[in-house]
């Protein structure tokens, strides 16, 4: 089970961090990521960060946002700077993703989403 906290609503240019919390044993053996769907766009992946603390970055979260990972305490940050309205959508934890020719495969266990909604 994933419980995804910290969404928001925020100014452009502001900052907020979103916080996934996992239940269970299998969390530090797996990749841990954050996905997001905006009104009437596909679910996209932001960021992930395997077991082994490689992190991939799509291209809009590059440089902005940053994905960390407390094994300890079974839960994935992400750190979302310099934010605009681009970016408001529903972030959804996710725990699994395994890599894919082209891309990334998300894992079976989802979070409930948090909404980020950034104002001009």
């Known amino acids: 089970q994933l419980q995804a906290s910290g969404g928001g609503l925020v100014q452009a240019g502001g900052s907020l961090r979103l916080s996934c919390a996992a239940s269970g044993s299998s969390f530090s053996r797996n990749a841990a990521g954050w996905y997001r769907q905006a009104p009437g766009k596909q679910r996209e992946l932001v960021a992930l960060?395997?077991?082994?603390?490689?992190?991939n970055y799509a291209d809009p979260a590059k440089g902005r946002f940053t994905i960390s990972r407390d094994n300890a305490k079974k839960t994935v940050y992400l750190q979302m700077n310099s934010l605009n309205p681009e970016d408001t959508a529903v972030y959804s934890c996710?725990?699994?993703?395994?890599?894919?020719?082209?891309?990334?495969?998300?894992?079976?266990?989802w979070g409930q989403g948090t909404l980020v909604t950034v104002s001009s």
């Open positions: 960060i395997f077991s082994s603390g490689r992190t």
């Open positions: 996710n725990l699994g993703a395994r890599l894919a020719i082209g891309g990334t495969i998300p894992g079976p266990y």
